[in-house]
Nanobody, 119 residues
């Protein structure tokens, strides 16, 4: 059973930094990509950043160079370094893993970690 555990959320002032980490366990198949999504109250869940198995990355338009995603395929971990945080970055951040091969397109989610940015 795949289990994703996030850590690193919290309260930070605008302009500050946070680093989120996610560890996936129980992964017995190839992984296509891992990354982060977020959901603010009353809004849809949106992509923050993800890294594919080949190393390519995709970021949400709002990131604008402030965040950096990194991934360790050997340990199925993915981190998100967030700098220059803004109050509008306040949301629950979810780790996501998408399978490959027989599990292509199958997605798994963590329970989320709260990030609050005060003005």
């Amino acid at each position: 059973q795949v289990h994703l555990v996030e850590s690193g959320g919290g309260l930070v002032q605008a302009g500050g930094s946070l680093r989120l980490s996610c560890v996936a366990s129980g992964v017995t198949f190839g992984v296509n990509n891992m990354g982060w999504y977020r959901q603010a109250p009353g809004k849809q869940r949106e992509l923050v950043a993800r890294m594919h198995s080949g190393g390519s990355t995709t970021y949400g338009n709002f990131v604008k160079g402030r965040f950096a995603v990194s991934r360790d395929s050997a340990t199925n971990t993915v981190d998100l370094q967030m700098n220059s945080l803004k109050p509008e970055d306040t949301a629950v951040y979810y780790c996501n893993l998408v399978g490959d091969g027989r599990y292509y397109g199958v997605g798994y989610w963590g329970q989320g970690t709260q990030v609050t940015v005060s003005s």
